[in-house]
């Protein structure tokens, strides 16, 4: 199940949605699938995971569902990205041991009407993905992305698939 052309599902096994938490009111949105955690100022509100936040049950992948492809926080049904919390909206923190996710970072593309979806992802850009190990651990980068670390207790994720031709990236939930 794809909730952006960045980030998807592939097993919901042991799957938790941690109940609606506000995106900030300003600032950039973040990213469908984005690493975040529990904002210890603001009750109630999300904000993007430390660099160093390990696992645990204040943070975790960040879910909207974009009903039919549009939203009450976007202008026009039109309006892109759809692979955005929309800022000052509800969204879910996702987690769960064994639930596999899918990330890829895609390029500028052009649709048939002129618009333009904006390239972007999940993964830093400092991870080559045709370099990328099976069985290497992603963390939260800081700024709403993952980067690659050798696998340890602090990695939210363990890489399971590489397909360096598509820039896809499969993993599974460490917590």
């Known amino acids: 199940m794809a909730y952006s052309r960045n980030f998807g599902m592939r097993s ?4 938790v949605r941690d109940g ?3 995106a900030p009111r300003t600032g950039t949105p973040f990213k469908i699938g984005a690493p975040v955690q529990l904002d210890a100022d603001n009750p109630g509100f999300l904000e993007p995971a430390a660099a ?7 943070v975790g992948l960040a879910v909207y569902e974009h009903i039919q492809n549009k939203s009450d926080a976007l202008s026009t049904a039109y309006d892109p990205p759809y692979d955005s919390v929309p800022l000052g ?4 923190m996702m987690h769960g041991p064994g639930a596999k996710v899918w990330f890829k970072n895609t390029t500028d593309k ?7 979806q904006v390239a972007g992802g999940l993964l830093a850009d400092s991870v080559d ?3 990328l190990a099976i069985g290497a651990g992603l963390v939260p980068d800081g700024a709403g992305k993952f980067r690659a670390v050798g696998l340890d207790e ?19 939930l460490t917590f």
């Open 52 to 58: 160093a936040a390990a696992p645990g049950p204040n």
């Open 20 to 22: 609606r938490f506000r």
């Open 129 to 131: 993905v045709s370099t």
């Open 89 to 92: 909206q509800y969204a879910q």
């Open 110 to 116: 052009t649709l048939y009407d002129g618009r333009v």
């Open 12 to 15: 919901f096994e042991n799957v």
């Open 154 to 172: 602090n990695a939210w994720l363990v890489v399971e698939q590489v397909n360096p031709s598509a820039g896809r990236v499969e993993a599974r």
